[in-house]
Structure formats: C-alpha cells, structure tokens
C-alpha cells in the first residue's frame, strides 16, 4: 500500500523529530522542513496529504503559511503552538487551520489527531472513478452533494474544507434542529468536548464567509441565541 505522506514544518528540530519518530511507526511517509517556505517548496514538489505545522517561526510565521496553502489546498492542517488561549486557537482556525494542539504535547495524542483528519478527508475526496448516484440535499439557496462533497451557495460552487463539510452537512441533513457548539463538535470530532472553547463558532464563521451573501446577516445558518446553530428549509 502507498504511504500516505504527511508534511511537519517546524523550526526546532527536536520536535520535529519527535513527531517523525512516531508518524513512521504508524506507517507515514513524513517530510520534514524547518521553515515556511520549504514547507511550501516540499508540497509544490511531493504528495502531501496533511501538514503539521507550528505557528511560531523566524521569517514566514505558520498562520501566514497556513494562508498560502488555503489559496490552492484543502488538505488537513494541523497547528502547533505554545500559545493555548482562545483567542490564538481562534486566529490559527481562522488562518483555515482543521484542529490545533498546544505544545507541549502527548505524540501520542497528535497521531490520533492525524488520524482522524485524514479519515475526513479521504472521505471528503473520494474516488474520481466512483460511479454511484450522487445524492444530494437541495434547500433554498444551498446545494449539497454527499457522494462528491460539492458545495453550491447562492448558483456559486464554494470550496469548503472536510471539517467546514462535515459541519455544514451534518446541519443541513437536520432541517430545523437545532445544534449546540457541543453537540456538533462531539458529532464532527468524534470526541467530548470537556472544556469551553470556541472551536466550533470559528468554523461557523468561515462557513458563513464562503456560503452566505452577507455572513453579518446569515440566512442559510441562523443562530439560536443561547442554544445553538440551525439550518431552516
């Protein structure tokens, strides 16, 4: 079976190396680098399917990286810092970040993480030569398709990430209920939510910067104020 390639960009290469050491046991194919631009240069030139990459670096810093990919890639993002308020888990997820790990951290807990990021997204890429019927949830305004994970907003094609999808689709296949932040992380992540974090509401927010007209007056996802999120017919 063809290794699955996985990119780390991290300026100390003592972490870097930790995180190799347990990817390539799992059977990963890891590329290393110690800087922005080549980590850039490496996914121009390798197939890379996730990239672990630290917010502080000298010279391009990773939320600006994190950018540059986003321009062209959805592949899975994973951030790395030391940094563990709210407010820079929501500035790395906002760069287009899928999850987020404080340093210092279990590897452990980092490989599950990979894991469970590329299962996303080998399901939201599926096979060019799948030939079933697709299947799709039409609403007003808003086209899903859940054998290609296409995304049409408005008579737009929109480019959403696997979490960006999976939180959209699990909306719209529950037309009219209403989801807390909880619940559609514990659905989406596949895991408890043990602490308060805004984790969830920065999806929301990307989400609505690509589907709606106008994301400061949301009509496709509207909030319940104090419950929750929900997509109406």
């Given at each position: 079976?063809?290794?699955?390639?996985?990119l780390v960009?991290?300026?100390?290469?003592?972490?870097?190396?930790?995180?190799?050491?347990?990817?390539?046991?799992?059977?990963?194919?890891?590329?290393?680098?110690?800087?922005?631009?080549?980590?850039?240069?490496?996914?121009?030139?390798?197939?890379i399917?996730?990239v672990?990459?630290?917010?502080?670096?000298?010279?391009?810093?990773?939320?600006?990286?994190?950018?540059?990919?986003?321009?062209?890639?959805?592949?899975?993002?994973?951030?790395?810092?030391?940094?563990?308020?709210?407010?820079?888990?929501?500035?790395?997820?906002?760069?287009?970040?899928?999850?987020?790990?404080?340093?210092?951290?279990?590897?452990l807990?980092?490989?599950?993480?990979?894991?469970?990021?590329?299962?996303?997204?080998?399901?939201?890429?599926?096979?060019?030569?799948?030939?079933?019927?697709?299947?799709?949830?039409?609403?007003?305004?808003?086209?899903?398709?859940?054998?290609?994970?296409?995304?049409n907003?408005?008579?737009?094609?929109?480019?959403?990430?696997?979490?960006?999808?999976?939180?959209?689709?699990?909306?719209?296949?529950?037309v009219?209920?209403?989801?807390?932040?909880?619940?559609?992380?514990?659905?989406?992540?596949?895991?408890?939510?043990?602490e308060?974090?805004?984790?969830?509401?920065?999806?929301?927010?990307?989400?609505?910067?690509?589907?709606?007209?106008?994301?400061?007056?949301?009509?496709?996802?509207?909030?319940?104020?104090?419950?929750g999120?929900?997509?109406?017919?």
């Amino acid at each position: 079976m063809e290794q699955v390639g996985i990119l780390v960009v991290d300026d100390d290469t003592d972490i870097a190396d930790l995180v190799e050491i347990h990817l390539v046991s799992e059977g990963y194919q890891v590329h290393k680098a110690n800087c922005a631009r080549e980590g850039l240069q490496i996914l121009d030139n390798e197939d890379i399917k996730l990239v672990i990459l630290d917010i502080m670096m000298p010279g391009m810093d990773g939320l600006t990286m994190c950018k540059k990919i986003r321009e062209k890639s959805t592949i899975p993002i994973i951030m790395l810092s030391a940094k563990s308020t709210d407010l820079d888990k929501i500035i790395g997820l906002g760069t287009g970040a899928d999850d987020y790990v404080i340093k210092p951290f279990n590897p452990l807990e980092l490989t599950a993480r990979v894991k469970s990021q590329l299962r996303r997204y080998t399901k939201f890429n599926p096979s060019s030569h799948d030939e079933k019927q697709d299947k799709e949830i039409v609403l007003d305004h808003l086209i899903i398709n859940k054998e290609n994970h296409r995304v049409n907003a408005y008579g737009k094609d929109v480019k959403l990430t696997p979490i960006e999808f999976d939180i959209l689709y699990l909306l719209a296949s529950n037309v009219g209920r209403v989801f807390s932040t909880d619940d559609i992380f514990e659905r989406v992540w596949n895991e408890k939510m043990y602490e308060a974090n805004n984790t969830v509401m920065v999806h929301i927010r990307r989400i609505r910067e690509k589907i709606e007209m106008d994301s400061r007056n949301a009509q496709i996802i509207k909030t319940v104020w104090g419950v929750g999120y929900k997509i109406e017919e």
